[in-house]
């Protein structure tokens, strides 16, 4: 029995493999996806924060800026397309809690490269719930929905002829030998691995350093709290849909045996909730994911160096939302042009001399 023919293989259907999905079949591919559907994958888990600047002294995110300008064009071209809000710019309300702390922040209000990334009018009203700190800031952010955003997503692309698979691949039934990849009956020009932690028991891959992070977050209902902004105190207070409910998160667990919550890490979050707020809350749900850290924390992008037609695409880590869109662009280009990648990127940065 003959299969089908396809473009792309893309293994993984997290943020990574949606997004350059969605790119693709913009330019006419024919895609077949292989995904594990789990509510708890950490595309599905994470809060989908878009946050300019981090750390106690202010520093503006790598490649903020370019990273963003492709990220808003790119989500609001499919909101708009599917009448859809997943991204929405948010103002960050971050708490201060040292007067050095508020010294740097003040110092950054002058720099030109971040003045944009700090509103000086807005105010922050749910601040009288949380616990005292020496003063509050608001920082221009953005979210994207992630796990709304993949879902409506793989509607689209089965709208427009792409084939999903609920399921891992079994890379012990995948030919890479040929001229054309085969995988069961079907073949393909390329296939792209964005499987995420998967990678680790991808034997194509598997040999890159990678540095997997275990992440825990808690679903609250906070009564008293009513606001669609992001509050940032101990750790991220993110509003969800249903109005009063927040998440909470996360810690990062470097030690883990597997992806399941933990106690500590419950003990770990309620700690800091209880530090944070002055107000009743009620714990609804307690949800754990790892995420695909790389070892020098920039994201994985190149070919394999045995086989011209497989490629990969992962190592988004925590910032998956912000990042995907402008590396899947250069991903393409790399793959359907020949164009160079960065070098901070490209998988050739572990081979060399």
Known sequence: MSGAKYDYLIVGGGITGTVLALQLCENGNSIKIYNREDEYSASNVAAGIINPVTGQRFVKSWMFDELLSTASGFYKHYDQLWGTSFF????????????????????????????????????????????????????????????????????????????????????????????????????????????????????????????????????????SISTTEIYKHKVFFVPLEQEHLFWVGANYDWDFEDAQPTPKGYEWLLQKVQDSLQVPFNVKQHIAAIRPTGKDRRPYLGRHPEHADVFLFNALGTKGSSLAPYWADQMIGFMEEGKELMGEVDLTRFTRA
């Open 88 to 223: 929405k710019y948010t103002p960050i309300h971050r708490a201060l809690f040292s007067k050095n702390e508020l010294n740097n922040f003040e110092n950054r209000q002058g720099d030109p490269h971040y003045d944009k990334y700090f509103d000086y009018e807005l105010r922050h009203p749910e601040s009288k719930h949380f616990r005292g700190a020496e003063d509050w800031c608001s920082i221009q952010g953005a979210r994207l929905d992630i796990a709304g955003f993949i879902q409506r997503a793989k509607k689209y692309l089965l709208e427009n002829g792409c084939f999903f698979v609920n399921g891992l691949l079994d890379y012990t039934q995948l030919n890479v030998d040929t001229d054309q990849i085969q995988y069961n009956s079907d073949t393909f020009e390329k296939m792209v691995c964005c499987e995420g932690i998967g990678i680790l028991k991808n034997p194509l891959f598997n040999h890159l350093p990678m540095v997997p992070a275990k992440g825990e977050c808690l679903i609250l209902e906070i009564p």
